[in-house]
């Protein structure tokens, strides 16, 4: 439906030419101006930016040529579409016009059928032009706005896993040292101890592990303590990012029974068939 928005302007130095196209505008509701000539046809679009521009070829001072050609070069006025209305018929003069930057050339006299089907017709198009670049500066600020936020979410989540990094290095290097200090001499011992210190040494052990354990949270303890001596040394490597053909060689044992050991440690630690990676449950928290 055609709104009382809809501007029309009508650039002709005939007054009879334009009074008539000015009555058929109006009939089909839109709204129309008029201009006798180029200069006022400037001034006008300046003041007012109409919607579309039925513009004259021939005309004093400045012709249709030039006034397409000045409004074209004005960044505010380059979209409004502008239809020809000429006498001249030659495919010169209508190649002249779209090269000026007319979107349509109407040779006079025209029906008023003709001339409302092609207003329409531009007029349509050029809504759907504004809506769509409308909906592409909305959809453009919105992409903007989204890819600032996840940006700033990118950076804070760099800044916390690189907190996170950092505790969990000191908490290994805490518990790594005190492993070395506390639980490794006393499983060097407990292979050539007797049966009954081997007992007393396992109570040290299983309370050093509870003491030097406390940074990490989420472990249940007494399950480490229900690790074997050999199986904490296999733990203990793969804590520092050993593999098994390296734990192998430093405990000079057999990789299938590193193999062995490791499904022993899942099971005593309760991951046992679940999809948990060994390495990063025991470093992780």
Request: net charge positive.
């Amino acid at each position: 439906m055609v709104t009382s928005r809809t501007d029309v302007l009508i650039v002709d130095d005939d007054e009879g030419t334009r009074l008539t196209i000015k009555h058929i505008v109006e009939s089909a509701g839109y709204q129309a101006r008029t201009a006798a000539g180029g200069h006022d046809a400037l001034k006008m679009a300046q003041g007012k930016l109409p919607d579309i521009i039925i513009l004259d070829l021939v005309m004093p001072e400045i012709d249709g040529y030039e006034v397409c050609r000045r409004l074209k070069a004005d960044p505010r006025s380059a979209q409004v579409p502008i239809i020809f209305l000429s006498g001249l018929i030659s495919a010169q003069e209508k190649v002249k016009a779209f090269d000026a930057g007319g979107i349509d050339y109407i040779v006079k006299p025209c029906s008023t059928v003709e001339l409302l089907a092609r207003l329409h017709t531009h007029l349509t198009i050029q809504r759907t032009r504004n809506s769509l670049a409308e909906e592409v500066r909305n959809q453009t600020v919105e992409l903007e706005k989204k890819n600032k936020d996840l940006q700033e979410t990118n950076l804070v989540l760099k800044r916390l896993l690189h907190e996170i990094e950092e505790e969990k290095k000191e908490v290994s290097q805490i518990m790594q040292i005190n492993i070395e200090r506390f639980i490794l001499p006393d499983l060097d011992r407990i292979a050539e101890a007797p049966i009954q210190q081997r007992y007393q040494l396992r109570d040290t052990i299983r309370t050093n592990l509870k003491d030097i354990s406390s940074p990490v949270t989420g472990k249940n303890i007494d399950a480490y303590s229900l690790l074997t001596p050999t199986e904490l040394r296999v733990l203990n490597l793969i804590r520092q990012g050993r593999s098994s053909k390296e734990i192998a060689q430093a405990l000079n044992i057999a990789p299938q029974t590193v193999a062995t050991h490791r499904k022993k440690i899942r099971k005593k630690l309760n991951i046992s068939g679940k999809k948990v990676n060994l390495t990063a449950f025991i470093t992780q928290e």
